[in-house]
């Protein structure tokens, strides 16, 4: 029987079949990393990305499609991590628009909704690249716009759906050459393909397993919790103004699980956020209403009350306003910085160069762009510098910006040195474009190489690697490739050392220990006598050193 239409539950049902599937399969995303380098995570971004889709769809009781699928682009743009997961947020963006207005979805819709899913992560990007994401959601919206013109099936046009971007998918290494050399097909791409693998599955009536953690029991308390975080920012989102617990400490020995269910369905009808727990020996009860006095008394039918909490939010939420204009009047300045590091050692040398806010990211765990945009608010300064210091990070920082109303600048830095460095030339006297100009040249003044391990066999730039090598990336290139760690350095160092340069700064990381850095810094020292050669305990994981030259 053909499936011509599909509401707001059944799309619901989709995506988290989508994002259960991805999360089943995120290691073998992530292995499709061109780089074998340990921290190679497109599977895991995406995964988190779409994790935070689901969450928010569950956060309330959406019913029409189009509320459906609204939430999902909201959450994934706030939960977006990594380019890929950035891609992502934009595609279910896209759908979202395609889907607005619309109680249900029909084949129509869903063509539409792909199309805009496609054109708005184009528009995202500043230098679209084919051979990726972009290009297998591209190739399926012009597929199924040409071939799927007639088609009032759903389960049809899906099936439409995966040939297609298994099709394009296969091709990606004839459109990327470093994809070709490694034996991969793009990781963006097959990750789009597992979730929607997995929406089709959905469609179908086949069951994806969700894992214990994964983004639809995550949204879930567990037992004997309660959910309260108050998550509002003013009084006029409230519509249940007095959180109210109690427990039903000593019920009447005749009590029933139907008499618990009634109890709940009656707290269900004077409020929200209800939450009902027992084992008929204990009742634990929470709810958001505008009549506690009422969930006390049908409680009472039940037994004996104890713990009874009543708090009002409304005041709460004034109390939260006044703060924060407190916070804005007093903490009030010209500039704020945000940066982004993983390390003690690297956190400390940004926080002694008073930039404000430090992300958690880098190069293993990329930050949301909802931890970017929550740090630029933090300054409480009206002009923001972000300091991505990853490549991978530029594009959420560049989306985080647009979270915000205040003035946020994301300058390109692809290292934690290139935005030490951004840093050092960083001046309250000067104006937004003046630091920007002089920033922006300062950190392109610096080379960085990034030393690593290679996490598996593979072809890359001209190299065959094995699992286990030292790797150098100057600059984000792979550029030396070696089995002794010191060696690598050294001849990593060669490369980016020149007459000009002035400078050598060594960042050990937490795997290293100091004698070796030491070590190494007197072998530099000792070849490049017109060189300054500093030595500082960045503390980063899985890079042993970042070696920056100036």
């Given at each position: 029987m053909a499936i011509t239409k599909i509401d707001g539950m059944m799309l619901k049902e989709m995506l988290t079949s989508g994002a259960a599937l991805l999360l089943q399969n995120r290691e073998s995303v992530d292995a499709l990393n061109v780089f074998p380098v340990p921290d190679g995570d497109t599977g895991s971004n995406m995964s988190q990305t779409i994790t935070a889709a689901t969450k928010e769809m569950g956060a309330k009781r959406y019913t029409s499609a189009a509320d459906i699928a609204d939430a999902a682009a909201r959450g994934a743009l706030r939960g977006a991590r990594g380019n890929s997961g950035v891609i992502l947020s934009q595609i279910l963006r896209g759908m979202a628009k395609g889907m607005a207005g619309h109680e249900e979805v029909d084949c129509a819709t869903m063509t539409r909704a792909l199309r805009e899913g496609a054109n708005t992560a184009y528009k995202a990007v500043m230098k679209p690249k084919e051979g990726t994401i972009l290009t297998v959601i591209r190739v399926i919206a012009e597929d199924v716009e040409k071939r799927g013109a007639r088609c009032a099936d759903l389960e049809e046009l899906f099936k439409l759906v995966l040939d297609s971007g298994d099709a394009i998918l296969k091709k990606t290494p004839e459109m990327l050459p470093v994809l070709k050399q490694a034996g991969v097909v793009d990781s963006g791409g097959m990750g789009l393909m597992v979730i929607f693998r997995g929406m089709y599955a959905s469609l179908t009536g086949e069951a994806v397993e969700i894992e214990s953690g994964s983004a639809d029991s995550s949204s879930q308390p567990m037992p004997g919790e309660f959910v309260d975080d108050h998550d509002f920012q003013s009084v006029d989102e409230i519509e249940f103004g007095y959180c109210t617990e109690f427990i039903v400490s000593h019920p009447h020995p005749d009590m029933k699980d139907a008499d618990v269910t009634r109890l709940r369905k009656r707290?269900?009808?004077?409020?929200?956020?209800?939450?009902?727990?027992?084992?008929?020996?204990?009742?634990?009860?929470?709810?958001?209403?505008?009549?506690?006095?009422?969930?006390?008394?049908?409680?009472?039918?039940?037994?004996?009350?104890?713990?009874?909490?009543?708090?009002?939010?409304?005041?709460?939420?004034?109390?939260?306003?006044?703060?924060?204009?407190?916070?804005?009047?007093?903490?009030?300045?010209?500039?704020?910085?945000?940066?982004?590091?993983?390390?003690?050692?690297?956190?400390?040398?940004?926080?002694?160069?008073?930039?404000?806010?430090?992300?958690?990211?880098?190069?293993?765990?990329?930050?949301?762009?909802?931890?970017?945009?929550?740090?630029?608010?933090?300054?409480?300064?009206?002009?923001?510098?972000?300091?991505?210091?990853?490549?991978?990070?530029?594009?959420?920082?560049?989306?985080?910006?647009?979270?915000?109303?205040?003035?946020?600048?994301?300058?390109?830095?692809?290292?934690?040195?290139?935005?030490?460095?951004?840093?050092?030339?960083?001046?309250?006297?000067?104006?937004?474009?003046?630091?920007?100009?002089?920033?922006?040249?300062?950190?392109?003044?610096?080379?960085?190489?990034?030393?690593?391990?290679?996490?598996?066999?593979?072809?890359?730039?001209?190299?065959?690697?094995?699992?286990?090598?030292?790797?150098?990336?100057?600059?984000?290139?792979?550029?030396?490739?070696?089995?002794?760690?010191?060696?690598?350095?050294?001849?990593?160092?060669?490369?980016?050392?020149?007459?000009?340069?002035?400078?050598?700064?060594?960042?050990?990381?937490?795997?290293?220990?100091?004698?070796?850095?030491?070590?190494?810094?007197?072998?530099?020292?000792?070849?490049?006598?017109?060189?300054?050669?500093?030595?500082?305990?960045?503390?980063?994981?899985?890079?042993?050193?970042?070696?920056?030259?100036?």
């Open positions: 707290l269900e009808r004077i409020g929200d956020c209800v939450l009902v727990i027992s084992d008929l020996s204990v009742v634990k009860v929470h709810v958001h209403t505008n009549d506690p006095g009422k969930a006390i008394q049908y409680a009472l039918e039940l037994g004996e009350l104890d713990a009874i909490k009543i708090d009002n939010m409304f005041e709460e939420a004034r109390e939260r306003e006044a703060m924060r204009a407190e916070a804005e009047e007093a903490r009030a300045q010209d500039y704020g910085v945000v940066a982004v590091a993983l390390g003690d050692g690297l956190a400390a040398i940004f926080h002694e160069l008073m930039v404000d806010q430090i992300v958690d990211g880098g190069q293993t765990m990329n930050p949301s762009i909802e931890d970017l945009a929550q740090a630029v608010e933090a300054t409480h300064a009206k002009n923001v510098f972000i300091l991505p210091n990853n490549t991978n990070i530029i594009l959420a920082a560049q989306q985080a910006a647009e979270l915000t109303e205040k003035n946020v600048i994301v300058l390109p830095t692809k290292s934690v040195p290139m935005g030490i460095s951004a840093m050092l030339a960083f001046s309250q006297e000067a104006s937004v474009e003046e630091n920007t100009q002089a920033m922006t040249e300062a950190a392109e003044s610096v080379h960085t190489a990034s030393v690593t391990y290679a996490v598996r066999d593979t072809n890359y730039s001209d190299h065959e690697i094995h699992q286990g090598d030292i790797m150098a990336m100057i600059d984000n290139q792979l550029s030396v490739l070696g089995h002794e760690l010191q060696q690598v350095c050294l001849d990593a160092a060669e490369k980016m050392v020149n007459e000009d340069s002035s400078l050598i700064t060594v960042y050990y990381g937490k795997d290293v220990v100091e004698g070796d850095a030491r070590a190494l810094c007197d072998a530099l020292e000792e070849k490049y006598p017109d060189c300054d050669v500093e030595m500082q305990n960045g503390g980063q994981p899985l890079y042993y050193y970042l070696i920056a030259v100036e």
